[in-house]
C-alpha cells in the first residue's frame, strides 16, 4: 500500500470553479501535511503547511486535514487559468522529517 | 524574497561519469535535502542533512551518492559513477527548523540530469 494516494488525473474545470483536491495516506504517524503546486519541469512551490488535523485558509487556497479517516484537501476557490499545473501533497511524522509525496494531480483551468 | 537555487539547470553526462549538483539554501536554514523526480513519477526523497551530517537517507542513496557542506552556502550532491536510471530532475530543498521559524521545506527549480 503506498503512503500517500493521490488520484493523477487529468482534472479540468472551467474558470471560477471551486477545485477539490485530494489524498489518503495509510501512516498513522504523519502529522504535518503540506500542498506544493508544480509547473512543468519546475520545482515544487509550497502552497500550504498544516499541523495535525483541522483547516487552514489562505487567500483562495483552503487546506484540511482529517486525521480519523487519513484525508487530506486542498480547495481552490475562483479558479484562475494560472492555477493549472500539477498539485502534490506531503507528509511527514515529524517536523524536518523526510517528505512522502503523492504522485500529483494535474490540474487545468478552462478559460 | 530569498529562495533555493541550483545550478546547473540541466546537466548531460556519459553513463560512468561522476557528476556534482549543487544547491544553495535560504540564507539561516538549518535542515537540507535532495529529492529526485524521474520523469512522469512521484517526487522520492533521497537524503536529509543537518548539523554537518546526514540524518535521514533513503534506499536509493546507496554508496554511489554522498553529500557535502563545503561551505557556509553551498550544499552538494554527488554521484560518483551514474547509470541510465540515475536520469532525473534533482530538487535540493530547505528548512529553518521549528526553532528558526518552521518546519516547512522550500525547494529550488532543480537540475535535470540526463545520463547517455
Known amino acids: 500500500q503506498k503512503e500517500v494516494e493521490q488520484d493523477p488525473g487529468p482534472l479540468s474545470v472551467p474558470e471560477g470553479a471551486i477545485v477539490s483536491l485530494n489524498c489518503t495516506y495509510s501512516n498513522s504517524a504523519f502529522q504535518y501535511f503540506m500542498w506544493y503546486r508544480q509547473y512543468s519541469r519546475k520545482g515544487p512551490e509550497l502552497l500550504m503547511y498544516?499541523?495535525?488535523?483541522g483547516n487552514k485558509e489562505d487567500g483562495r487556497f483552503t487546506a484540511q486535514v482529517d486525521k480519523s479517516s487519513k484525508h487530506i484537501s486542498l480547495f481552490i476557490r475562483d479558479s484562475q487559468p494560472s492555477d493549472s499545473a500539477t498539485y502534490l501533497c506531503a507528509s511527514s511524522p515529524f517536523g524536518n522529517e523526510k517528505l512522502t509525496f503523492g504522485t500529483g494531480t494535474r490540474l487545468t483551468i478552462i478559460p | 524574497e530569498p529562495e533555493v537555487t541550483q545550478t546547473p539547470s540541466h546537466q548531460v553526462t556519459q553513463m560512468g561519469q561522476e557528476v556534482i549538483l549543487r544547491c544553495v539554501p535560504i540564507?539561516?536554514?538549518?535542515?537540507f535535502y535532495w529529492y529526485r523526480q524521474i520523469l512522469g513519477q512521484k517526487v522520492e526523497f533521497l537524503v536529509s542533512?543537518?548539523?554537518?551530517?546526514?540524518?535521514?537517507k533513503s534506499e536509493i542513496f546507496d554508496d554511489q551518492f554522498s553529500v557535502e557542506r563545503p561551505d557556509g552556502s553551498n550544499f552538494t550532491l554527488k554521484i560518483r559513477s551514474t547509470k541510465l536510471e540515475d536520469s532525473a530532475m534533482y530538487f535540493c530543498?530547505?528548512?529553518?527548523?521549528?526553532?528558526?521559524?518552521?518546519?516547512?521545506?522550500?525547494f529550488g527549480p532543480g537540475t535535470r540530469l540526463t545520463v547517455l
Open positions: 530543498a530547505s528548512s529553518p527548523g521549528l526553532a528558526a521559524g518552521g518546519n516547512e521545506q522550500f
Open positions: 542533512f543537518y548539523n554537518n551530517e546526514i540524518s535521514e
Open positions: 498544516t499541523y495535525s488535523s
Open positions: 540564507s539561516n536554514h538549518l535542515y
